[in-house]
Structure formats: structure tokens, C-alpha cells
């Protein structure tokens, strides 16, 4: 009985060193790809589903358009990503831009953090960067605090444009959260 224990528990062991090395050797990086692809997703499917004629709507006269929102976080991704690859890219778009040339500047700024993110490893994150104004900060606080925690502030406005809109707003199902 000893053995057959001893072997049932040999074989636990063995099983679960398998499961370990089969995981990501890079699971601080992998799990901010994964939050980002999550996010640009949101903000993706928020643009899209805002019609044109809405893009203006501001809910209050103090408050930004939606428009102006999505520029907004459209020009703070493109910076943090690009002060992570070590240049400062900075992407201007007009309070008035169109529908299309707002989503045309979001693919543009996607595309450089899709680079950052799908190339970035544990070790990268933790190597220091200019953050601006001769700060040096680490990628892994340029990328969590300015493209991943504020993109999904800003979706939650988006979010709340839409609903006054009469329109839901995109989400994830919740199974992606399993």
C-alpha cells in the first residue's frame, strides 16, 4: 500500500512539473499581453459601435465628446508605447477628427503597442526607460499605468456615452473570466 502510494504520488509530482514548464516563462509579460489585447479589443469595439452622427455628443457642455475621448486615449497609448520602444511618439488628433480618421489613429497607435506588447518579456519590463521630464521609470510602470489602467478608465466613460446613446456598450463574456 506504501508503494502504490509513494508511486500515485511520484506520478502528482511528475505530472505537475510538466504543467509548470509548460506554462509562460514570461507570466508577468504574457499576462499584461493578454490585458492588453483585452482592453484594445474594448476600446476597438467601442469606437465601431458609436455611430458617426455621435461622435460629438458630449454629455455635458463642460465634458469632452465622445470623439474627443477616444483621441484621448488613442494619444496616451501611442505615448506610452513608443517611450517604451525609446522614442517619443506623440499623435495629435483634432477635437472634430471623423469617425474614420479617429479609427484610422487608433490602428496606427495599436500597431506600436501591439509591437511593444507581443515582443516584451519579463526581463524587458523590468529594464528602465526616460518616462519624461528625466524620469526614469520601468516599462512594466509605463505600461501598467498609462496604456493598460488607463485605457480601462477610459473605456468606462466610453462605456457610459454609449449607454446614454441607448446603445450597450461592448464587453467581455464571462466565461474569459474563468
Known amino acids: 500500500m506504501m508503494n502504490r502510494s509513494f508511486a500515485l504520488f511520484a506520478v502528482v509530482v511528475i505530472s505537475g512539473a510538466g504543467v509548470l514548464h509548460a506554462q509562460d516563462a514570461n507570466p508577468i509579460s504574457a499576462n499584461m499581453k493578454q490585458s492588453w489585447n483585452n482592453v484594445k479589443g474594448l476600446l476597438q469595439r467601442t469606437a465601431e459601435k458609436m455611430p458617426e452622427e455621435n461622435y460629438g455628443f458630449k454629455p455635458t457642455p463642460e465634458m469632452q465628446s465622445f470623439g474627443q475621448r477616444v483621441g484621448h486615449v488613442i494619444s496616451f497609448n501611442m ?60 516599462k512594466l510602470a509605463v505600461l501598467q499605468g498609462l496604456v493598460l489602467e488607463h485605457s480601462q478608465e477610459v473605456y468606462g466613460y466610453m462605456a457610459v456615452y454609449l449607454r446614454l446613446k441607448g446603445i450597450v456598450p461592448p464587453s467581455r463574456p464571462f466565461s474569459e473570466y474563468l
Open 79 to 138: 505615448r506610452g508605447c513608443s517611450t517604451v520602444q525609446g522614442e517619443v511618439k506623440n499623435l495629435q488628433i483634432p477635437p472634430t477628427a471623423s469617425k474614420a480618421d479617429i479609427l484610422a489613429a487608433m490602428k496606427q497607435a495599436d500597431e506600436v503597442c501591439d509591437a511593444v506588447f507581443n515582443s516584451l518579456t519579463d526581463a524587458e519590463a523590468a529594464k528602465m526607460v526616460n518616462a519624461g521630464r528625466g524620469a526614469q521609470r520601468q
